[in-house]
């Protein structure tokens, strides 16, 4: 009997520009279980997509998944800076809600770990009234970045933790190190890992890291990082977003194009992964 099929999504970072209806509909027709929906813009160059309940944008969506299967699986992204972000949070769990989000991805730029921790709590306990749960995604770049201190929090505040491929190479995070070790340790805490590629070189400043995490990242197997153990260290049933923004090749290939690119690409490392679960099973 073969193994259940990994589900599969299509992260919004993945086509930034794409609205959430039609990325519902190029995810379906590429072939991908779920999207991740930005419910919340990153930056103020973003096209900001209302996914509040009674939206317009909303009940497009909803209607898109109700005729493709396709779901929301996670919702998006908050940076904790150490102010007052709860207005914020609990608009961004409201449309997790409307979507049937189960997960809302937040990262930390506050130095203050005890105001963070207590952040962390506070959303998490706001989240059961959503049925979401905060997930702490540690970035390079950021005041959380490391496996053992997303980890701490996470246990400290009953909250979840994402990992990204890539930002697990950038601080180090691969087979064999000690940050491995405590990823293994603790895989209670992930309900979803992000795939990309990448060179195996981390970039020489903060803003290059910055600039290939949200706009030049590579296509799965297509790059240096060992992927196909990352997804193996996993259980079979946590869920696989695929998040690889690249502007240019958007532009070359169209929305559609790049999905199913990504699409064939990943589902190749989800089957070296399998291959290296059997081989290692004998």
């Known amino acids: 009997m073969s193994a259940p099929r990994r589900p599969l999504g299509l992260a919004q ?25 930005r419910v919340r813009p990153v930056t103020s160059a973003e096209r900001p997509y209302d996914l509040q309940p009674g939206s317009p944008m909303l009940k497009e969506t909803l209607a898109r998944m109700a005729d493709t299967g ?25 449309a997790g809600q409307a ?3 189960a997960s809302l991805t937040v990262a930390a730029s506050d130095p203050d770990t005890a ?21 702490l995604e540690p ?7 490391s496996i053992p201190d997303a980890v701490a929090l996470a246990r400290a505040a009953g909250c979840s933790i994402v990992v990204d491929a890539l930002h697990q190479n950038r601080f180090g995070a691969v087979p064999g190190s000690a940050q491995w070790r405590d990823l293994q340790a ?30 030049e990242r590579g296509v799965p197997g297509g790059g240096g990082f060992d992927l196909a153990a990352l997804v193996n260290a996993f259980p079979a049933d946590v869920p696989v977003s695929v998040e690889v923004p690249s502007d240019s090749t958007v532009a070359r290939l169209g929305e559609l ?3 199913r690119k990504l699409k064939a690409a990943t589902d190749a490392v989800l089957q070296a992964a399998d291959n290296l679960q059997k081989a290692g099973s004998k």
Do not use: K
């Open 186 to 215: 603790n895989l209670d805490l992930v309900p979803l890992l992000q795939l990309c590629d990448g060179p195996v070189a981390r970039p020489a400043d903060r803003e290059a890291l910055v600039t290939e995490s949200r706009s």
């Open 99 to 101: 979507l049937g989000a």
């Open 70 to 94: 396709v779901t929301v699986r996670d919702i998006e992204f908050l940076l904790l800076d150490g102010t007052d972000q709860r207005d914020a949070w609990l608009a961004m769990m409201e």
């Open 257 to 259: 194009g790049w999905a």
């Open 139 to 145: 970035i390079s770049y950021q005041a959380v970045h």
């Open 13 to 37: 970072l993945s086509l930034l520009n794409t609205a959430p209806p039609q990325l519902v509909a190029v995810a379906a027709e590429a072939g991908f279980d779920f999207i991740g929906a």
């Open 115 to 135: 105001r963070l921790a207590d952040t962390l709590a506070r959303m998490t306990e706001d989240g059961r009234n959503y049925g979401i749960i905060p997930t």
